[in-house]
């Protein structure tokens, strides 16, 4: 996944009391070429919480760097939300029924996508932020695709989420 600038390093900046724009591009690597013309469709869940302000330079560069294994919990849960997302979808539930802050306080989006020949999905979302304080977050976020008989498959992230300001 890569933010704004296409560059998975940069920083974004947003507005405080604004919401989060990300343009995403979801890429699916080392995929037999036989199993390409069986992917339908690219499904992605980007989420943050204020809870994860990250405290100084040190921290922020820490996140870019390697797993981190507080993570798969972490993937657990986006993977969950983004089930029930693409069974909202597929039962005729629009995006804006599941997307927002929970009680958890996560924000999260949803993002979905037809893969091109190159195995790639873009898209856009927006996170709403608005209501973050000042500060540095990273989001968190996980993928998945669904293939031509309706099974989904989990795509591990291969880089962290988008650092924004």
């Known amino acids: 996944i890569f933010s704004n600038s296409g560059s998975k390093d940069c920083v974004q900046s947003t507005a405080q ?18 199993l390409h013309t ?24 820490q996140v870019s760097v390697g797993f981190r294994a507080w993570e798969t919990e972490e993937m657990m849960n986006l993977n969950e939300k983004l089930l029930q997302y693409i069974k909202g979808e597929a039962s005729g539930r629009t995006a804006e029924t599941v997307e927002g802050l929970e009680k958890s306080g996560f924000v999260k989006s949803f993002a979905s996508s037809r893969p091109n ?32 008989n309706g099974r989904c498959w989990s795509l591990l992230p291969l880089n962290s989420g988008p650092i924004f300001t």
């Not at 699916?28 to 036989?34: E, F, R």
């Not at 069986?38 to 560069?61: N, Q, T």
């Not at 856009?124 to 695709?145: E, I, K, N, R």
């Open 38 to 61: 069986g992917i339908m469709k690219m499904y992605c869940i980007v989420a943050a919480r204020p809870s994860d302000c990250l405290v100084d330079a040190e921290d922020v560069k």
């Open 117 to 148: 020949q190159n195995m790639q999905g873009f898209s856009t979302c927006m996170l709403d932020v608005s209501a973050f304080p000042v500060g540095t977050y990273q989001c968190g976020w996980h993928s998945c695709c669904v293939d031509s």
């Open 17 to 34: 009391g604004c919401w989060f724009h990300l343009n995403l591009c979801v890429q699916m690597k080392n995929l037999p070429p036989k």
